[in-house]
């Protein structure tokens, strides 16, 4: 495997401007995600679209993010992360253009598809941050650019509550800022992120790259209008149905590749499997809080007995911004916290602010300050799950595998999202108030929205559970990796389920497999993970337990 020369990890001044312009283009991140939530109701009024029909705006960059984000982030481990993420932001430079300045529906489509390839830069970011600090900032850095993507989310609302403000809003404006702060990202990283010390090479398992991407495809469709479709129609199962038999014949096709885009033993090796886990939840969390308090506090309360009638504007201001301040400052506090505790603690002790914040909202959501306060409890539980997870990701795969590895964390939050936005609007749609006057829109009763927020403690409760039981610690208060890889023992991966999906597999391998693929899944889970040493750039300690590829 070629790998290029080492050279020294970058000096303290350009570490700065490397973290706050990979910081910016996390902002992107987040921006492209919410940019239309706010301004949906805009653009279905000026086409003329159903509600069903402007939802499409939301889930075409969820698609677009599920099949570009792994296939970018091998990308980017084989070919270098600086020409990758500068093509991304050339993409959604031309997306943001794109949506300014058209009013048809499919342009409109085509550019949050273009949009949604943003999504890799986030693990791309990651990864070059891995080559380019030493050890001992990587981890504050890391969660910095995490919670930019709070900063992302925000800012995107407050931005199109002030541009779509008036008698006549006019959505093409909130594009416009879109290209803008893409611009200047795209310049950032032209001039500040170096080129990659190390590049992997080799060809790109497209079989494998397809194969994901259609079962992503298909899990994610489903997931985003199954309340629409309903959730038992024929059409919402059988999707279902079709992404699981996907998802065998993408583990299929992985095993055999000589060069798998997705390494079968990296995912589901202990840390990864249990971070993307975690991701899932994070995501669920995350949208839960975002979505349940923006329709809460614009619920007209003369109509509903409850809400605060608030505009976009004032939603964004008043009640959403005090948690993204929190995230921004938790995302240092969460690096911080990471080198001295260690990262397992550290999301432990964010899940148990997220579920109180979410126990406060589910039942002492009748003021704006008991709003603003509980959205500050969750949003620091949201700014240290982005500050851990990564940490989980870079403790347990060697550096070439960073990229695909963070690029499928990011989309088990996607899913996440995905699934806590169909499982709040199902929830609140499901019970409706009665005693509405004839013409008034459907409205939900508020204790749906008790539920809501009680299934978001969930959540956090269970991404507490998955730290403390699930994730090692591997980091000392001082940030010395100890246990068995330091050791150089094999790395376990995650027990029992591992040892199901190797020996369900193999036994469902043909006659013809090669003798290579047959030796890896017999191996047993201990075995799939050589042993090996990789060199952490900025260090001259090895770090052992690393994977290798077979």
Request: proline fraction near 6%; aromatic fraction near 6%; glycine fraction near 12%.
């Amino acid at each position: 495997m070629p790998h290029n020369p080492r050279t020294p990890a970058a000096p303290a001044a350009a570490g700065y401007g490397l973290v706050v312009t990979l910081g910016l283009a996390a902002t992107v991140v987040a921006m492209m995600q919410t940019l239309v939530v706010p301004i949906l109701v805009v653009i279905r009024d000026d086409l003329a679209l159903t509600a069903s029909t402007a939802g499409w705006l939301t889930t075409a960059t969820l698609l677009s993010a599920a099949v570009c984000t792994p296939l970018l982030g091998r990308l980017g481990d084989m070919r270098g992360k600086r020409p990758v993420l500068i093509a991304i932001l050339l993409v959604t430079v031309a997306g943001s253009v794109l949506g300014a300045t058209t009013s048809s529906l499919p342009l409109l489509l085509v550019a949050r598809a273009m949009q949604g390839a943003s999504t890799a830069i986030f693990p791309l970011a990651l990864s070059v941050l891995r080559d380019e600090l030493q050890p001992r900032r990587l981890s504050g850095a890391m969660g910095l650019i995490s919670g930019t993507l709070a900063v992302g989310a925000g800012l995107a609302l407050v931005g199109a509550g002030l541009l779509t403000q008036g008698p006549s809003p006019d959505y093409h404006h909130v594009f416009w800022m879109a290209t803008a702060l893409s611009l200047l990202a795209l310049a950032g990283v032209a001039a500040v992120v170096p080129p990659s010390r190390e590049r992997t090479g080799g060809r790109i398992d497209w079989a494998g790259a397809a194969a994901l991407a259609i079962t992503l495809v298909l899990l994610l469709l489903p997931v985003s209008q199954g309340n629409t479709w309903g959730w038992t129609s024929p059409w919402t199962l059988a999707l279902f149905a079709a992404a699981a038999a996907s998802a065998v014949v993408w583990v299929a096709v992985e095993l055999h590749a000589d060069e798998p885009m997705v390494d079968m033993a990296m995912f589901v090796h202990r840390p990864v499997l249990f971070t993307n886990i975690a991701g899932v939840l994070l995501g669920f969390g995350m949208f839960t809080q975002f979505i349940g308090i923006t329709l809460l506090v614009q619920t007209p309360r003369e109509l509903a007995g409850y809400g605060f009638s608030a505009s976009v504007l004032r939603a964004s201001v008043q009640y959403l911004l005090p948690g993204t301040v929190a995230s921004l400052v938790a995302a240092h506090l969460g690096g911080m916290l990471v080198r001295r505790i260690g990262a397992r603690v550290t999301l432990a002790a964010g899940a148990a602010s997220g579920a109180a914040g979410f126990l406060w909202l589910a039942f002492a959501h009748g003021s704006a300050l008991s709003i603003a306060t509980a959205g500050v409890l969750t949003g620091i539980a949201v700014s240290f799950g982005f500050a851990t997870l990564p940490s989980f990701i870079v403790d347990g795969v060697p550096s070439h595998q960073s990229g695909i590895a963070n690029g499928i964390n990011s989309i088990a939050r996607s899913v996440g999202s995905s699934t806590g936005s169909a499982v709040i609007t199902t929830l609140l749609a499901s019970n409706s108030l009665s005693r509405l006057s004839a013409g008034a829109p459907a409205l939900p009763a508020e204790r749906q929205y008790t539920l809501v927020f009680a299934l978001g403690a969930v959540a956090f409760a269970l991404v507490g559970l998955v730290a403390l039981t699930g994730l090692d610690s591997n980091r000392t208060s001082r940030g010395r990796r100890t246990g068995p890889s330091q050791r150089g023992e094999g790395l376990p991966v995650a027990g029992p389920l591992a040892v199901h999906i190797t020996d369900t597999v193999s036994a469902h391998l043909p006659e013809g497999a090669p003798p290579r693929v047959r030796h890896r899944c017999a191996a047993g889970p201990r075995e799939l993970l050589p042993r090996t040493q990789t060199r952490r750039r900025g260090s001259g300690a090895p770090r052992s337990g690393g994977l290798s590829r077979s």
